[in-house]
């Protein structure tokens, strides 16, 4: 009895979490990623030069949100002949907990360990 009950708590808890995440991620898509594929930016590049520059998702996290909250050419990770292509984002006008779901769900999403396969 004891394993049912526990049974259904984690599938509960599993699908708690799947679809706070996948709200997580519509709310990135339509204030992020929707303009990035207008505009044709691409995001996992975005990513994965975040990712050597700053190694850590904590750091990564910070670096981002300080781009986004002063969106400058001494704050982007991109060269600057990636401004000759592609337009100097905006500020951002959400609040500060937004944001960093936002940020959470776009690290999540292209977390490079989801990529690595495991003999």
Known sequence: MEKIILSMLLCCV???TAQQ??????ELQVT???CHLKEQIPDDL???RYLM?????????????TYLKNPQKEHSIMPLP???K???????QLEDNRLEKN???FLQHYDIKKKLVLP
Not at 21 to 26: E, F
Request: hydrophobic residues 45%; charged residues 20%.
């Open 82 to 84: 990636f401004f000759l």
């Open 46 to 48: 975005i990513y994965r």
């Open 103 to 105: 940020i959470d769900a």
């Open 53 to 65: 520059e700053y190694s850590t998702p904590t750091n990564m996290k910070v670096a981002i949100k």
């Open 32 to 34: 992020c990623l929707d």
């Open 21 to 26: 995440s996948h709200a997580s991620m519509q």
């Open 14 to 16: 599993s699908l708690l």
């Open 86 to 92: 592609f337009p100097m984002k905006e500020a951002l």
